[in-house]
């Protein structure tokens, strides 16, 4: 077996160790990885060939459709609460409901400051200006926040900050985890147009549904524009394995598409039938087959403006300026049922065609090609009871910190129950009766009272849900590396709002906003690892927080930090030069979207008013300890 191709099954070893991957990944890496060294294994086919009787079907349908998640969302009715007044929007009914009921009141209402800097940073990731606070917190209209809503959904950086979401789901990233010596034939030179794209599809609010149609099927739909050709990036972009022509590599690669696919839009762990059926889900190994036929059914290309295919081997450097790395039809075939996982082991054959639990009966065979527009247009069904449900956890997941159900990308039996299940199918129907909106959804989520409560915490409230699963007040969050680097860009002046070709995050003159960054599987960048950007090798539900001595150390001594630093101290000696408390001042306002308090003040001009030691500046030594400080990390 070749170093490489064992290389890659041992990194889902790791993946799964870590909690990236599934348990049947981990059975089935190790058992092709086995039957490949004891084997040899040479080229097979893939071609279904009936071989074995049906295998017996144990489950009771009717019972497993009645599960909460595989039930269709039904609007819910607005519940009666005592504090009426309170509420702002639809959603505010079923959490002012529970609060209630658990005897807890909301928190009061942030303030302007706080919440004009909230809100900037969960829709555009950038922090806010001074002069934006100044001019909130002097209009008197009664439809000010409003506005600011508005303001922020229309602009360009809105689809940036979803797109910083949506890529980890989708496993985005240029490379492969594997490359002998200089080879970069198996790299994807423009990867950066699907982001583009997907960034381009959020600011224009394409509905989710289309979203999902044309990352799936674009070339097979017939609405859809040359320019749509890039969102199939969602499934070209996935990994590629050296001897790709061998049946156990292509069906490594098939997992790959199954498992992106069905936990991004479905929020169920389909590739865990792969082997066996699903231990705890309905989800047969037919299921898994049915779906693995649609991708075995498909080929990456390469393909220019023009429609030209690019043949052959090319470097990653020499690939064409407008060729799109895409999927296209293949040969449309059945696969068989590989026992056990084992490809040399062939069952029945699973004919192309959705999720029986998700099918009102027998799932209808896919006629069309590969498949993937029937696929595209099962997933994208408003009779669908998932589609809905998992993109609306997800954005609530953006904005309030904490999702309804705790495993956004497992909506199935193992998976957690919704905290509030009443307010995610409401939000889920009023979703789909809207068009689809994304920014509709949004919007009603920014604008409630829920969602406007201040971050303070309350002794007695804390006794009652130290979780705050109901929701008493705002969850205080952690930036994510993209929205903290970028806002340290900001607040220096620096940040080059320039789109296009990925540039690597170490390169110094890089200074664009992160989610424009080169993305590897091979070896993730050093400062994404720290801040805990997921492993791009596989789909990632969330993402971890955590606090270690290389962060801060990070912050401490990388010249980029020292730069920034120095670039700051200019900035805001410059900008109010009467004094250093007018410079401090300045400086607060730029960083934390407020004025320092006095004592901040007091000890900042007394710090000032030492002597430097070294080459650094009092100043520059300030500016940096600011820019470390938690204040910059964490919203209220």
């Given at each position: 077996?070749?170093?490489?191709?064992?290389?890659?099954?041992?990194?889902?070893?790791?993946?799964?160790?870590?909690?990236?991957?599934?348990?049947?990944?981990?059975?089935?890496?190790?058992?092709?990885?086995?039957?490949?060294?004891?084997?040899?294994?040479?080229?097979?086919?893939?071609?279904?060939?009936?071989?074995?009787?049906?295998?017996?079907?144990?489950?009771?349908?009717?019972?497993?459709?009645?599960?909460?998640?595989?039930?269709?969302?039904?609007?819910?009715?607005?519940?009666?609460?005592?504090?009426?007044?309170?509420?702002?929007?639809?959603?505010?009914?079923?959490?002012?409901?529970?609060?209630?009921?658990?005897?807890?009141?909301?928190?009061?209402?942030?303030?302007?400051?706080?919440?004009?800097?909230?809100?900037?940073?969960?829709?555009?990731?950038?922090?806010?200006?001074?002069?934006?606070?100044?001019?909130?917190?002097?209009?008197?209209?009664?439809?000010?926040?409003?506005?600011?809503?508005?303001?922020?959904?229309?602009?360009?950086?809105?689809?940036?900050?979803?797109?910083?979401?949506?890529?980890?789901?989708?496993?985005?990233?240029?490379?492969?985890?594997?490359?002998?010596?200089?080879?970069?034939?198996?790299?994807?030179?423009?990867?950066?147009?699907?982001?583009?794209?997907?960034?381009?599809?959020?600011?224009?609010?394409?509905?989710?549904?289309?979203?999902?149609?044309?990352?799936?099927?674009?070339?097979?739909?017939?609405?859809?524009?040359?320019?749509?050709?890039?969102?199939?990036?969602?499934?070209?972009?996935?990994?590629?394995?050296?001897?790709?022509?061998?049946?156990?590599?292509?069906?490594?690669?098939?997992?790959?598409?199954?498992?992106?696919?069905?936990?991004?839009?479905?929020?169920?762990?389909?590739?865990?039938?792969?082997?066996?059926?699903?231990?705890?889900?309905?989800?047969?190994?037919?299921?898994?087959?049915?779906?693995?036929?649609?991708?075995?059914?498909?080929?990456?290309?390469?393909?220019?403006?023009?429609?030209?295919?690019?043949?052959?081997?090319?470097?990653?450097?020499?690939?064409?300026?407008?060729?799109?790395?895409?999927?296209?039809?293949?040969?449309?075939?059945?696969?068989?049922?590989?026992?056990?996982?084992?490809?040399?082991?062939?069952?029945?054959?699973?004919?192309?065609?959705?999720?029986?639990?998700?099918?009102?009966?027998?799932?209808?065979?896919?006629?069309?090609?590969?498949?993937?527009?029937?696929?595209?247009?099962?997933?994208?069904?408003?009779?669908?009871?998932?589609?809905?449900?998992?993109?609306?956890?997800?954005?609530?997941?953006?904005?309030?910190?904490?999702?309804?159900?705790?495993?956004?990308?497992?909506?199935?039996?193992?998976?957690?129950?919704?905290?509030?299940?009443?307010?995610?199918?409401?939000?889920?129907?009023?979703?789909?009766?809207?068009?689809?909106?994304?920014?509709?959804?949004?919007?009603?989520?920014?604008?409630?009272?829920?969602?406007?409560?201040?971050?303070?915490?309350?002794?007695?409230k804390l006794a009652a849900d130290v979780a705050n699963e109901s929701l008493w007040r705002m969850n205080r969050r952690r930036l994510s590396i993209e929205q903290w680097r970028d806002s340290v860009l900001a607040v220096t002046g620096e940040l080059d709002l320039a789109g296009g070709k990925s540039l690597e995050l170490d390169d110094t003159k890089n200074l664009r906003r992160t989610v424009h960054a080169r993305i590897s599987r091979l070896k993730l960048n050093d400062l994404l690892m720290q801040f805990d950007y997921p492993d791009a090798n596989v789909h990632a539900e969330k993402r971890s927080s955590t606090t270690t001595p290389t962060q801060k150390l990070?912050?401490?001594?990388?010249?980029?930090?020292?730069?920034?630093?120095?670039?700051?101290?200019?900035?805001?000696?410059?900008?109010?030069?009467?004094?250093?408390?007018?410079?401090?001042?300045?400086?607060?306002?730029?960083?934390?979207?407020?004025?320092?308090?006095?004592?901040?003040?007091?000890?900042?001009?007394?710090?000032?008013?030492?002597?430097?030691?070294?080459?650094?500046?009092?100043?520059?030594?300030?500016?940096?300890?600011?820019?470390?400080?938690?204040?910059?990390?964490?919203?209220?």
């Amino acid at each position: 077996m070749q170093p490489l191709l064992m290389r890659d099954r041992l990194s889902k070893f790791y993946h799964f160790c870590t909690g990236g991957l599934r348990v049947t990944g981990l059975v089935t890496g190790l058992m092709t990885l086995l039957g490949a060294v004891a084997t040899g294994r040479a080229a097979a086919t893939a071609v279904a060939a009936p071989v074995a009787p049906a295998l017996p079907d144990t489950i009771n349908w009717a019972k497993e459709r009645d599960f909460w998640s595989f039930k269709s969302p039904r609007p819910q009715a607005r519940p009666v609460v005592k504090n009426a007044k309170w509420t702002r929007q639809p959603l505010d009914f079923f959490i002012l409901a529970r609060l209630e009921q658990k005897k807890l009141s909301p928190s009061v209402e942030a303030d302007r400051r706080t919440l004009i800097r909230r809100l900037t940073l969960d829709l555009t990731g950038l922090p806010v200006t001074p002069e934006e606070v100044s001019t909130f917190l002097a209009d008197k209209r009664t439809d000010a926040y409003e506005q600011l809503v508005e303001r922020l959904l229309a602009s360009p950086r809105f689809g940036e900050r979803l797109a910083s979401v949506w890529l980890p789901l989708a496993r985005y990233a240029e490379d492969q985890a594997h490359q002998v010596g200089g080879d970069s034939t198996m790299f994807y030179a423009n990867a950066f147009r699907y982001r583009e794209w997907v960034m381009d599809a959020f600011n224009r609010d394409l509905p989710y549904d289309e979203f999902i149609r044309l990352q799936l099927a674009a070339d097979r739909v017939p609405t859809a524009k040359p320019d749509d050709l890039a969102a199939l990036g969602f499934l070209g972009l996935g990994p590629k394995y050296y001897n790709r022509g061998r049946l156990d590599v292509m069906a490594d690669e098939w997992e790959d598409r199954v498992d992106t696919v069905t936990r991004a839009t479905l929020g169920l762990t389909v590739a865990c039938a792969r082997c066996h059926d699903h231990k705890f889900d309905p989800i047969t190994q037919r299921d898994y087959y049915a779906l693995a036929g649609v991708f075995a059914s498909m080929k990456m290309v390469n393909k220019t403006a023009d429609g030209k295919i690019v043949e052959g081997k090319v470097s990653a450097d020499k690939m064409p300026a407008d060729a799109v790395h895409m999927v296209e039809e293949g040969n449309a075939q059945n696969l068989n049922i590989f026992l056990r996982g084992n490809v040399d082991q062939k069952g029945p054959v699973a004919e192309r065609s959705f999720l029986k639990v998700l099918s009102t009966s027998e799932p209808v065979p896919f006629k069309e090609g590969s498949g993937r527009r029937e696929l595209a247009e099962a997933i994208a069904s408003r009779d669908n009871p998932l589609t809905a449900r998992v993109m609306v956890n997800r954005i609530w997941a953006v904005l309030f910190s904490r999702p309804l159900v705790a495993t956004p990308s497992n909506f199935g039996h193992t998976g957690m129950l919704p905290t509030h299940p009443e307010l995610l199918d409401d939000l889920a129907v009023r979703f789909m009766q809207g068009g689809w909106s994304v920014k509709s959804l949004i919007r009603e989520m920014v604008l409630s009272a829920t969602y406007r409560q201040s971050s303070r915490e309350d002794s007695k409230k804390l006794a009652a849900d130290v979780a705050n699963e109901s929701l008493w007040r705002m969850n205080r969050r952690r930036l994510s590396i993209e929205q903290w680097r970028d806002s340290v860009l900001a607040v220096t002046g620096e940040l080059d709002l320039a789109g296009g070709k990925s540039l690597e995050l170490d390169d110094t003159k890089n200074l664009r906003r992160t989610v424009h960054a080169r993305i590897s599987r091979l070896k993730l960048n050093d400062l994404l690892m720290q801040f805990d950007y997921p492993d791009a090798n596989v789909h990632a539900e969330k993402r971890s927080s955590t606090t270690t001595p290389t962060q801060k150390l990070f912050m401490l001594n990388s010249p980029f930090m020292l730069q920034r630093a120095k670039v700051l101290a200019t900035r805001v000696t410059t900008e109010a030069s009467e004094s250093d408390a007018a410079s401090i001042q300045r400086a607060y306002q730029l960083l934390y979207g407020r004025n320092p308090e006095s004592a901040e003040t007091a000890a900042a001009v007394a710090f000032l008013r030492k002597p430097a030691n070294g080459e650094v500046t009092r100043w520059q030594q300030y500016a940096q300890m600011l820019l470390a400080a938690n204040e910059m990390l964490y919203v209220d």
